[in-house]
């Protein structure tokens, strides 16, 4: 079985998070960048299938451009996947939703999978919709944030979570999943898995390598403004002369937080 699993780096979670006012993109240089923790569980899902199918390939695959991700994926490596892809394009600079899921798409297809796995929700974007579009643009099944994941020759099942309820789940191979952090943590890499991580394959390809390019490529989003987040000011203090309850119910309704009532 071949396993594909996305890997993402971003903006260290503990440091700064601010947006660049001229390009409207995230900078990325005001903290230190790291693997997504979501992504590391998606590896551990991959890993431990593998623990005890030791036929099993775990690939890495990520994409943007030249930056640190290559040691980002070499901690992954050391984790314990066999191998790693890097599409590394400066073109990917900024790169929407829809260019990062056909880029995806075109390696995945590249290199052939059984499975793909990804997080549910990255820490920089949040759109929290790129594995359902990887699973359209390869005409496969796709099982969304999954709490559980239950992997065999194939199939894989678990439990689907949503906003109304959760649901189990299955699909026949090939598939995309996306994963919650209800997922166990990540393995610690050893000294031994460190070593063993140089020399494992590492490839890197382009765009053009996939055949993509701006032209042929589907529709693409743009920002077209962005403003620095207006500074917190003091809140509206309350206080309670008797008739607290009710000075909440109408600062409510007056910010549309909950229906007022009607004369």
């Known amino acids: 079985m071949r396993v594909i699993v ?10 700064d998070r601010t947006l660049d006012l001229e390009t409207g993109l995230l900078n990325r240089s005001a903290s230190e960048p790291v693997l997504d923790e979501i992504t590391e569980r998606a590896l551990e899902v991959a ?27 070499r901690k992954g490596l050391a984790m314990g996947a066999d191998r790693a892809v890097h599409v590394e394009d400066d073109a990917l600079l900024g790169a929407d939703l829809t260019l990062t899921a056909e880029t995806i798409a075109a390696v995945a297809r590249h290199i052939g999978f059984d499975l793909v796995v990804a997080g549910n929700i990255s820490t920089d974007g949040g759109g929290g919709v790129l594995p359902s579009m990887l699973a359209e643009l390869l005409g496969v099944a796709g099982l969304s944030s999954l709490s559980s994941v239950e992997l065999s020759e194939h199939t894989v099942a678990g439990r689907c ?20 952090e209800a997922l166990p943590d990540a393995r610690f890499s050893n000294f031994k898995g460190i070593m063993a ?30 403003a620095q987040r207006p500074a917190r000011t003091a809140g509206t203090r309350i206080t309670d002369d008797g008739d607290a309850g009710q000075q909440i119910a109408d600062f409510l309704a007056r910010n549309q937080l909950i229906k ?4």
């Open 47 to 73: 890993l431990s299938h593998r623990d005890s199918h030791p036929d099993t390939e775990v690939i890495l695959l990520a994409v943007g451009p030249a930056s640190t991700l290559p040691a980002s994926l």
């Open 6 to 15: 996305l890997m993402k780096e971003v903006p260290d979670t503990w440091g």
């Open 260 to 263: 007022g009532r009607s004369a």
């Open 161 to 180: 979570n949503t906003e109304a309820g959760s649901f189990e789940a299955s699909a026949a191979l090939p598939a995309v999943i996306s994963i919650t």
């Open 197 to 226: 991580a140089k020399k494992k394959p590492f490839e890197t390809m382009s765009l053009a390598e996939l055949g993509i390019t701006l032209d042929n490529a589907a529709a693409r989003s743009i920002v077209i403004a962005v």
